[in-house]
Protein backbone atom coordinates (compact mmCIF):
# COMPACT_ATOMS: atom_id res chain seq x y z
CA UNK A 1 0.00 0.00 0.00
CA UNK A 2 1.09 3.49 -0.86
CA UNK A 3 2.37 5.82 2.25
CA UNK A 4 1.01 8.97 -0.43
CA UNK A 5 -0.14 12.05 2.29
CA UNK A 6 -2.43 12.84 -0.82
CA UNK A 7 -4.61 9.48 0.14
CA UNK A 8 -5.61 11.02 3.07
CA UNK A 9 -9.26 12.23 3.93
CA UNK A 10 -9.79 12.93 7.20
CA UNK A 11 -7.02 13.24 9.96
CA UNK A 12 -7.39 14.05 13.82
CA UNK A 13 -4.16 13.75 16.07
CA UNK A 14 -2.93 13.83 19.65
CA UNK A 15 -0.06 14.57 21.54
CA UNK A 16 0.35 11.86 24.47
CA UNK A 17 2.90 13.21 26.75
CA UNK A 18 6.11 14.68 25.36
CA UNK A 19 7.44 11.81 23.13
CA UNK A 20 4.31 10.18 21.67
CA UNK A 21 1.32 11.33 19.15
CA UNK A 22 -1.37 9.37 18.19
CA UNK A 23 -2.42 10.16 14.42
CA UNK A 24 -6.10 9.05 13.27
CA UNK A 25 -6.74 9.11 9.46
CA UNK A 26 -9.20 8.13 7.11
CA UNK A 27 -7.21 6.80 4.10
CA UNK A 28 -8.81 6.18 0.55
CA UNK A 29 -7.05 3.55 -1.93
CA UNK A 30 -7.05 4.42 -5.47
CA UNK A 31 -9.59 2.90 -6.69
CA UNK A 32 -11.95 5.53 -3.67
CA UNK A 33 -12.53 2.87 -1.14
CA UNK A 34 -11.84 3.65 2.64
CA UNK A 35 -10.22 2.69 5.55
CA UNK A 36 -8.65 4.04 8.59
CA UNK A 37 -5.28 4.06 10.26
CA UNK A 38 -4.39 4.75 14.16
CA UNK A 39 -0.69 5.67 14.13
CA UNK A 40 1.63 5.84 17.10
CA UNK A 41 4.42 8.11 16.42
CA UNK A 42 7.11 7.99 19.02
CA UNK A 43 10.37 10.24 19.45
CA UNK A 44 13.27 7.91 19.70
CA UNK A 45 15.69 7.72 22.99
CA UNK A 46 18.68 9.45 20.63
CA UNK A 47 16.17 12.01 19.45
CA UNK A 48 16.92 10.71 15.88
CA UNK A 49 13.76 10.49 14.14
CA UNK A 50 10.22 8.78 15.44
CA UNK A 51 9.08 4.98 15.39
CA UNK A 52 5.71 4.42 14.15
CA UNK A 53 3.50 2.12 14.38
CA UNK A 54 0.51 1.54 12.49
CA UNK A 55 -2.75 -0.19 12.29
CA UNK A 56 -4.97 -0.45 9.67
CA UNK A 57 -8.96 -0.71 9.93
CA UNK A 58 -10.80 -1.82 7.13
CA UNK A 59 -14.78 -0.54 6.54
CA UNK A 60 -16.02 -3.98 7.26
CA UNK A 61 -14.36 -4.11 10.92
CA UNK A 62 -14.87 -0.45 12.08
CA UNK A 63 -17.96 -1.33 14.22
CA UNK A 64 -16.15 -4.91 15.78
CA UNK A 65 -12.89 -2.24 16.42
CA UNK A 66 -15.07 0.01 18.16
CA UNK A 67 -17.17 -2.37 20.31
CA UNK A 68 -14.07 -3.93 21.36
CA UNK A 69 -12.32 -0.95 21.65
CA UNK A 70 -15.51 0.46 23.96
CA UNK A 71 -15.19 -3.08 25.93
CA UNK A 72 -11.36 -2.72 26.46
CA UNK A 73 -11.99 0.56 27.84
CA UNK A 74 -15.15 0.13 30.18
CA UNK A 75 -13.17 -2.81 31.57
CA UNK A 76 -9.86 -0.77 32.32
CA UNK A 77 -11.78 1.72 34.01
CA UNK A 78 -13.59 -1.31 36.15
CA UNK A 79 -10.05 -2.47 36.91
CA UNK A 80 -8.72 0.91 38.46
CA UNK A 81 -11.78 2.54 39.98
CA UNK A 82 -9.10 4.92 41.58
CA UNK A 83 -7.44 6.09 38.60
CA UNK A 84 -8.74 9.11 37.23
CA UNK A 85 -8.73 8.82 33.70
CA UNK A 86 -9.51 11.99 32.55
CA UNK A 87 -6.48 14.10 34.36
CA UNK A 88 -4.23 14.18 31.01
CA UNK A 89 -7.42 15.42 28.87
CA UNK A 90 -8.15 18.14 31.24
CA UNK A 91 -4.45 18.83 31.33
CA UNK A 92 -4.12 18.77 27.83
CA UNK A 93 -7.52 21.09 27.22
CA UNK A 94 -6.27 23.27 29.73
CA UNK A 95 -2.50 23.52 27.73
CA UNK A 96 -4.18 23.84 24.00
CA UNK A 97 -6.68 26.76 25.89
CA UNK A 98 -3.50 28.57 26.85
CA UNK A 99 -1.98 28.21 23.66
CA UNK A 100 -5.15 29.25 22.22
CA UNK A 101 -4.73 32.82 24.51
CA UNK A 102 -1.66 33.55 23.82
CA UNK A 103 -2.32 33.56 19.85
CA UNK A 104 -4.88 35.81 19.87
CA UNK A 105 -2.82 37.94 22.92
CA UNK A 106 0.10 37.55 19.64
CA UNK A 107 -2.94 38.62 17.45
CA UNK A 108 -3.79 41.17 19.08
CA UNK A 109 -0.48 42.67 19.78
CA UNK A 110 0.31 42.61 16.46
CA UNK A 111 -2.98 44.05 15.10
CA UNK A 112 -2.28 47.28 17.90
CA UNK A 113 1.12 48.13 16.62
CA UNK A 114 -0.18 48.56 13.14
CA UNK A 115 -2.59 50.50 14.20
CA UNK A 116 -0.56 52.23 16.54
CA UNK A 117 1.73 52.82 13.04
CA UNK A 118 -0.84 53.85 11.08
CA UNK A 119 -2.72 56.35 13.67
CA UNK A 120 1.29 58.08 13.97
CA UNK A 121 1.79 58.27 10.22
CA UNK A 122 -1.90 60.09 9.90
CA UNK A 123 -1.03 62.57 13.12
CA UNK A 124 2.16 63.20 11.77
CA UNK A 125 2.21 63.25 7.99
CA UNK A 126 5.53 65.04 7.63
CA UNK A 127 7.29 62.26 9.35
CA UNK A 128 8.09 60.87 5.95
CA UNK A 129 10.26 62.25 2.98
CA UNK A 130 9.47 61.92 -0.40
CA UNK A 131 11.08 58.56 -0.83
CA UNK A 132 8.70 57.20 1.55
CA UNK A 133 11.76 56.05 4.46
CA UNK A 134 11.98 57.77 7.64
CA UNK A 135 15.01 59.99 7.69
CA UNK A 136 16.63 60.14 11.21
CA UNK A 137 16.21 63.99 11.35
CA UNK A 138 13.03 63.33 11.08
CA UNK A 139 12.19 61.68 14.29
CA UNK A 140 11.73 63.37 17.43
CA UNK A 141 12.66 61.45 20.66
Known sequence: ??????????????????????????????????YATITESKRRDNGD??????????KEDLT????????????????????????FARRAEERDRLYQEQLAAEATASENQITENTTAKAENPGAENHSGTIEEDDLSW
Request: glycine fraction near 6%; charged fraction near 45%.
Open 49 to 58: GYDRHKVFIY
Open 1 to 34: MDNRREDIVFSKKFKAGRRRTYFFDIRETRGGDK
Open 64 to 87: RFRDNLTDLIEEMKAQMPDYDFDE
